[in-house]
């Protein structure tokens, strides 16, 4: 799909970040003509998506794939595409030159001392798993990580065994509809979480109550892990609450939500505007307070966090690029 001029020089354009926004945002500035590459830190593209097991029946016209198989499918479309893929790549630092071009140099075994000069940037960094701070906080945790788990792909994995009883820590959405996954599969599933009402959708809870009569789900409101400890004979794990009582599990999973992926020291060069929680301010055309640098996907969104909305802003960010670069507001520039 191609709207405006064509730009008559080769423009790179960066794009930290291999998940949906990042890929869709590749794929529209490639079609435009231009030169976007992926810096990815893993060493597969996907982000969060391909770290998910679970079905997404909320991707129009992918119905019956999982979040993960969406990941792959877009994947493979950027390969088709011939976009340039840095995997196992992460930017070391970057700054801006006197002619108002953006230079980052890159890190990575493959890269070292690779630097790319560029008139546009996206941000497209997305989100990882809260609850590191926890692991930290409460004893034994980091020691009993192959019954601690955090965030929720483990519980959806095929060869998975969560045995008979799952304890659940947070009360937002994933809290509750995986442990409604997991009491229809016959586990025992246990929600504690630290405020008095879950911060979940009524529906998702509604479908947890419904197996409460049947003792295959709990909820434990205003409570909170002080203490956690292994069972005798590694039988499992006990859990010592804050008002002196325990639970006994299995397994425990950590479901605390989501933190924006912009803590890397590299984006202290270009200090864009964030939120309270860390989220990327952008504008209507994801473009972040530094001039020429976008944001795109849940890095820059913590309201409507999904494949779908990133994917979106992808397409958004990389409209707008081309556009400037189109009416000549951008340059073209080598790097690499």
Known sequence: MMEGAAP?????????????????????????????????????????????????????????????????????????????????????????????????????????????????????????????????????ARRLAHRVHLGPPWAGEPGADPGSHVAVIGGGDNAFDISRMLAERGVRATVVMRSPKPRAQALLVERLRRHEASGTARVVAGRTVAALEEQEEGRGLRLRLDDGTQIDADHLLLLLGYQPNTDDPWLGGLAPAMDAHGYLEVDRNMETSCRGVFAAGDVANPAHPCIATAIASGTIAARQIQRRFAQGRMHGAAGG
């Open 8 to 140: 008559r020089m080769t423009m790179i354009v960066p794009i930290v970040g291999g998940g949906p926004a990042g890929m869709s945002c590749a794929l529209w500035l490639a079609n435009y003509g231009l030169a976007p590459v992926i810096i990815e830190r893993s060493t597969a593209l996907g982000g969060m998506a391909h770290a998910s097991p679970y079905p997404n029946e909320w991707l129009l016209g992918r119905p019956g794939e999982t979040a993960r198989e969406n990941a792959e499918a877009f994947a493979r479309h950027v390969r088709r595409a011939g976009i340039e893929v840095l995997s196992a790549t992460r930017p070391q630092r970057i700054r801006r030159e006197r002619d108002h071009t953006l230079t980052l140099e890159l890190a990575s075994s493959a890269a070292a001392g690779r630097s790319l000069s560029c008139r546009a940037l996206v941000i497209a960094t997305g989100t990882r798993f809260r609850g590191e701070d926890w692991l930290e906080r409460v004893g034994d």
